[in-house]
């Protein structure tokens, strides 16, 4: 239990010090699942929304791959975004392998149908006279779209924290598209990975203690956001 509790300590110390190396892997974290997230937002609503929202042949067709997409193995992405952004890929000539938004562009694939799939729910569970009264007092379109989703906004907001929580904690796509590169692409997850097998127990502890805290309030700002939105 010793080697647990030096480890623990020296991982504070690494926190409190503001060491460097630490800092960039969260810094690194931070802007690549930020920039993802932003993504999958300005095109999972959207999408949640016609989703929810419209009858059309095929929808049941359309939801049931959605949901299929929302246990799709990080590995299988990074593989198949590795497969077009590698040098002899289509993509490849945009030099995106082993930069962060390479990373991002892989994590927008993994989370936008969470993104699409409790968007959709959302705005299924409205009262079904909200549509007929926004009729009613004349609203077309997009302000139908708008006040739809401001009365699912906190079912909406959900949506979109824990597809966060699922980008920032993810680790197959951020090693495979990522590269681990100190200093440039080395994330929480796949720092603590590495630094853990090579006996750097203290600096993969720190890295654990701030995905913990993150973690935890993404699960805290999500039971309040239910709280709020029952």
């Keep these: 239990m010793d080697y647990i509790t030096q480890g623990f300590i020296q991982a504070i110390r690494l926190l409190f010090s503001g060491d460097a190396q630490t800092y960039s892997a969260i810094f690194t974290t931070l802007k690549v699942s930020t920039l993802s997230i932003s993504i999958s937002l300005l095109i999972g609503?959207?999408?949640?929304f016609l989703l929810g929202?419209?009858?059309f042949p095929g929808k049941r067709q359309c939801r049931a791959v959605v949901d299929s997409l929302l246990a799709l193995p990080t590995v299988v992405v990074g593989l198949l975004v590795y497969a077009f952004i590698t040098r002899r890929g289509p993509l490849g000539e945009f030099g995106l392998l082993f930069t962060i938004p390479g990373i991002a562009i892989a994590q927008t694939i993994l989370v936008t149908p969470i993104v699409i799939s409790l968007t959709a729910t959302a705005i299924e569970s409205l009262d079904r006279r909200l549509r007929a009264n926004l009729l009613t007092l004349?609203?077309?379109?997009?302000?139908?779209?708008?006040t739809s989703l401001l009365e699912a906004r906190y079912?909406?907001?959900?949506?979109?924290?824990?597809?966060?929580?699922?980008a920032i904690s993810e680790v197959g796509?951020?090693?495979?598209?990522?590269?681990?590169?100190k200093w440039h692409t080395r994330t929480i997850t796949t720092a603590i990975a590495l630094e853990?097998?090579?006996?750097?127990?203290?600096?993969?502890?720190?890295?654990g203690i701030v995905?913990?805290?993150?973690?935890?309030?993404?699960?805290a700002a999500i039971s309040s956001l239910k709280r709020k939105s029952a």
């Design 45 to 48: 609503i959207p999408l949640g």
């Design 53 to 55: 929202y419209f009858t």
């Design 138 to 146: 004349g609203a077309q379109g997009k302000q139908i779209a708008i």
């Design 155 to 166: 079912a909406v907001l959900t949506a979109g924290v824990t597809a966060y929580g699922r």
């Design 173 to 181: 796509i951020s090693m495979m598209i990522g590269g681990n590169i």
């Design 196 to 207: 853990t097998g090579k006996g750097q127990f203290a600096m993969g502890m720190a890295l």
């Design 211 to 219: 995905l913990l805290a993150i973690a935890f309030t993404i699960n």
